[in-house]
């Protein structure tokens, strides 16, 4: 068997072990249930007080999009929204204001929590402001949404009758992203598709979990459970903060939920390669703890399990190499069919899941390139502001999964 072969192989054999032992994470189906019984009428006496948090930074451009939907919502208990302009250029604050005086609903509180204090990230800077704010209000729940998030009238309803019939202390949905331009249709599935790959669903969501995370444009947490885990104070310097933000309450010993959404969306336009590059390589390096050995290895990795597929079979065909070709082949239909269900969930064409490997080699290099402007001092450029290895120096903020 030649060294191709071999290759092949090892890549269909992790393809086998992905699609069985990875927490079945190429499935789309782990959606917000439809609340329970006692839910289903929403008589007011039922339901708790909620504020919501929209951390905002320079976010005049989607906000027209995103924050009458927050005001729209159909919530049958007290609930109001807190926005927090985090420094804006823009005129962010003005025009939330206006908005809210034009569309009416839920009242709006528009905060600003001046530039952020030592060791603290910008979003969490202003999370920290707007959860002091709501606090004194007294909700039971807080929803922490970005600013390009909109949200369907029955979404705020839904997220608290999903915490209260499962007995949950956070349930996050990760928002649909945008795919409406060819770049977004070839990128942003597969953005989703990694990230469950790394956080299988399934997992979170067990009695017994076995891997923790939060989408951070959409996280309904208890009040006394974020008081609990000390956030946002616990996670102050965190780059991926959603992460960080779950592992603290899942240590405080809360029960944490995530899913795919279906009401939840997020507005802002990737219309370009250039803006989803810059998307990705934000917080890919700190994915990966700033470690350059985890990145050769990630490098390597990501080469075997998808570029080695599609190369054994060429390879193998162009010179006779029966096991390559046949190895490398059953890999990768393996891995289309596991992208498949994302495909469908992102109503993107299903003939374009073998073209998965190109995708992955495009994060490939976006995750090295991340590296490149960590090490050049670089980082997470956004919005004016850069974060250091630690995520805290300048202020730094880092862009959630979402894009905020």
């Avoid at 995103?66 to 807190?82: C, F, K, N, T």
């Avoid at 939330?96 to 969490?124: D, F, I, M, N, Y």
């Amino acid at each position: 068997m030649s060294t191709l072969a071999w290759f092949a192989c090892v890549s269909l054999a992790v393809w086998v072990w992905l699609l069985f032992g990875q927490g079945f994470f190429w499935r789309t189906d782990q959606r917000l249930p439809r609340p329970g019984r006692r839910h289903a009428r929403g008589e007011a006496e039922d339901w708790p007080g909620v504020v919501v948090v929209v951390p905002a930074r320079d976010e005049a451009g989607v906000l027209p999009l995103s924050l009458p939907s927050l005001l729209a919502q159909d919530y049958p208990g007290r609930a109001e929204v807190i926005l927090v302009d985090d420094g804006s250029a823009d005129g962010t604050g003005g025009l939330a204001a206006e908005l809210a005086a034009r569309h009416g609903g839920l009242p709006l509180t528009v905060a600003s929590p001046g530039e952020p204090g030592p060791g603290w990230t910008g979003k969490l800077w202003a999370l920290r402001h707007g959860m002091t704010l709501a606090r004194a209000r007294g909700p039971e729940f807080l929803l922490l949404t970005d600013a390009d998030i909109a949200h369907e009238p029955d979404s705020l309803r839904r997220l608290v009758a999903a915490a209260l019939d499962d007995d949950r202390d956070l349930v996050s949905q990760m928002a649909r992203l945008r795919v409406a331009s060819p770049w977004e249709r070839l990128v942003v599935p597969a953005f989703v598709y990694f990230f469950a790959q790394l956080y299988p669903f399934r997992w979170i969501n067990a009695a017994r979990p076995r891997a923790t995370a939060a989408a951070g444009g959409c996280v309904l947490v208890r009040t006394e459970t974020a008081v609990a885990a000390g956030v946002p104070d616990a996670i102050r310097a965190a780059v991926i903060d959603d992460v960080a933000l779950a592992r603290a309450v899942r240590a405080a010993g809360g029960r944490i939920w995530l899913g795919l959404a279906e009401r939840v969306d997020s507005v802002r336009p990737y219309p370009g390669l250039g803006e989803l590059w810059r998307m990705v390589t934000r917080s890919a390096y700190a994915q990966l703890r700033y470690n350059p050995l985890v990145l050769l290895g990630t490098v390597a990795g990501l080469v075997l399990v998808y570029a080695v597929p599609p190369a054994a079979l060429v390879a193998g065909l162009a010179s006779g190499d029966a096991a390559a070709a046949w190895a490398g082949g059953a890999a990768w239909a393996v891995m289309a069919g596991t992208y498949a269900p994302m495909l469908r969930y992102y109503r993107v064409a299903a003939w374009t899941a073998p073209l998965l490997p190109f995708t992955a080699l495009l994060y490939l290099s976006m995750t090295v390139d991340s590296a490149v402007r960590h090490y050049r001092g670089r980082g997470g450029a956004w919005k004016g502001r850069v974060y250091s290895g630690s995520g805290a120096a300048n202020g730094g903020e880092f862009a959630s999964r979402h894009g905020e």
